[in-house]
């Protein structure tokens, strides 16, 4: 019972987490809010203390009319709530603590006229000073009480302990079936004074893919030997292992691509219906890139200001399922969260869930996650299945707390 109760626990503190967790647009008018790390798409976006990585983040007003758009960065604590042990001025060094958003680009050649706003950090403007969890807060106007429209996280690293990572198909629920056990180990070794309390003092979090529905947030080590944790059998690192990403392609309005049904024109807009989808009764291998987005087009040289929108159509041909279970397009490019806007529903009609999501033109991974709520993990078993030879990436971070500290330190990541 008491195993049950620890589960249900975590669950419930994983929902919170990822719901704090987002990079995302706040309004109808703003599309395709990107987080860039060193120019690169996919990779989780964690910079090194002291290091010349940078982080760009665009986003499309869709209007040609200029917008006056500002942001500030906000220090968060290990659950991604604003840090209330530490002043801005602390955390940030910065000329003024909101910035205008000086970058932007008109589009041209498109039906969807948009304007393509970026701004990179660190800059002049702002840079961080110490580890931890931050958000990027975009307002109209500089008003972040009601003119809020996007946001972005991101995370700072000290690289202060030595992290070990790797998977197995033997796990402490089955062997080669449908899961992944995460093995774990963190060599605090080189931190200065050393930890007194390790278990208590160290929090990790492990995400499968950079989701954040399905986080796994401080699960106790099996052991500790010198100045090391380990997790080698824990209940909680095992993971359903689903199946690789589906994908498609709308690079061109000139004819369907990868993926893709039918490409028609209804004015004013393209849409692109993707070949309808079944729920996966085997492993189908892919070579996927684990929910990633990169947004191109074959028409122009100029992904930013030349891609085009379309509506893309999504079905997926299934018995309706029970009441209150509900279907999702997941990827990182939905914010690696499950959100009404992108539930799909049942057409009863023609025995299909269907959605259709406007898009920039790109190239796409995603996945079909079933959920009672969106604040609730999406499962993989319902219609991608879950199978333990499935290629997943696993990413951990270790934050630290002394009962000293007045904020939460990202001490390693990898």
Known sequence: MRLRSASVLLLCLSCLYSMAQQTRSLVPDINTVRLLLNGEAGRLPVLRLGSKDVLELSFDDLTHEYERFEYRLVHCDRDWQPSEGILLSDAVDYIQESTPIEEYDYSMNTLQLYTHYRFEVPSDDARPRISGNYRIEVARDGDYEDGLVAEACFMVTEDRVNISLSTTDDTEVDWRVAHQQVLLGVDYGRMSPLPSNPREEFTTVVLQNQRWDNARRNVAPDYLIGNTMKWEHARGLVFPAGNEYRRFENTTSRHAAMGMESLRYYEPYYHATLRLAEPRRN?????????????????????????????????????????????????????????????????????IYERALYLKQGYYNFQYLVSNSPTQPGRTAPIEGDYFQTENEYNVLVYYRNPFDRYDRLVGYR
């Open 283 to 351: 492993y189908i291998y892919e070579q996927d890139k684990n929910g990633l987005r990169v947004i191109r087009t074959i028409d122009s040289p100029d992904i930013d200001t030349q891609a085009e929108y379309m509506y893309v159509h999504f079905e997926l041909a299934m018995n309706q399922l029970p009441e209150g279970q509900h279907v999702y397009v997941q990827s990182q490019w939905s914010g690696d969260w499950l959100s009404p806007d992108n539930e799909l529903y049942y057409n009863a009609e023609r025995g």
